[in-house]
T-cell receptor, first 114, second 114 residues
């Protein structure tokens, strides 16, 4: 069964450092998303990406964040200068372009900022 | 997107049906009801969705009331592996152009016990 894969599963970084979280969406999907979940809190939408551009972003997704689809298969989330409050699980998701409403989520990357 | 209300927690005996309610009294005519679940801290998993007719798939059944103001997710024979947080989400089904974000609430923590 096709799945969304994320790497690494766990990333520890020092405050102020840049991190890149990587995702390989399902191959025929056209819509890509990043969500995050701070420990004990709700899953929150960050950004959606379609046709090589951001289609929607939340208030959380400020100038410190960026997304890219560099090679047609990977989908990355970059945090330029991490803060302690960026510590969270980050989930990548993808959905197809046929009108199927379900999104498929990866297993997440746990980001710990120290 | 319409707001949903779910009980914070429920218990179910293994092998019995788990019936998870969701209230969405402000739902609009073009909004679908989606159900996802999150097992421990894994990525959310799509379960089922519907507009106004009852739906069934290999995982669950979705019963939507005639006035569409509430729905029930039914896991016919719950197992220990169904212990998870279940999210009821209501949103417009957008076919193109992205914007298919999901807004997660706090969901219902279902605990399946022996």
């Amino acid at each position: 069964e096709p799945e969304v894969t994320q790497t690494p599963s766990h990333q520890v970084t020092q405050m102020g450092q840049e991190v890149i979280l990587r995702c390989v969406p399902i191959s025929n999907h056209l819509y890509f998303y990043w969500y995050r979940q701070i420990l004990g809190q709700k899953v929150e939408f960050l950004v959606s990406f379609y046709n090589n551009e951001i289609s929607e972003k939340s208030e959380i997704f400020d100038d410190q964040f960026s997304v890219e689809r560099p090679d047609g298969s990977n989908f990355t989330l970059k945090i330029r200068s991490t803060k302690l409050e960026d510590s969270a699980m980050y989930f990548c998701a993808s959905s197809d372009g046929t009108g199927g409403p379900e999104a498929f989520f990866g297993q997440g990357t746990r980001l710990t900022v120290v | 997107d319409a707001k949903t209300t779910q009980p914070p927690s429920m218990d179910c005996a293994e092998g019995r049906a788990a019936n998870l309610p969701c209230n969405h009294s402000t739902i609009s005519g073009n909004e679908y009801v989606y159900w996802y679940r999150q097992i421990h801290s894994q990525g959310p998993q799509y379960i089922i969705h519907g507009l106004k007719n009852n739906e069934t798939n290999e995982m669950a059944s979705l019963i939507i009331t005639e006035d569409r103001k509430s729905s029930t997710l039914i896991l016919p024979h719950a197992t220990l592996r169904d212990t998870a947080v279940y999210y009821c989400i209501v949103r417009v089904h957008i076919l193109t152009g992205g914007g298919n974000k999901l807004t997660f609430g706090t969901g219902t923590q279902l605990k399946v016990e022996l």
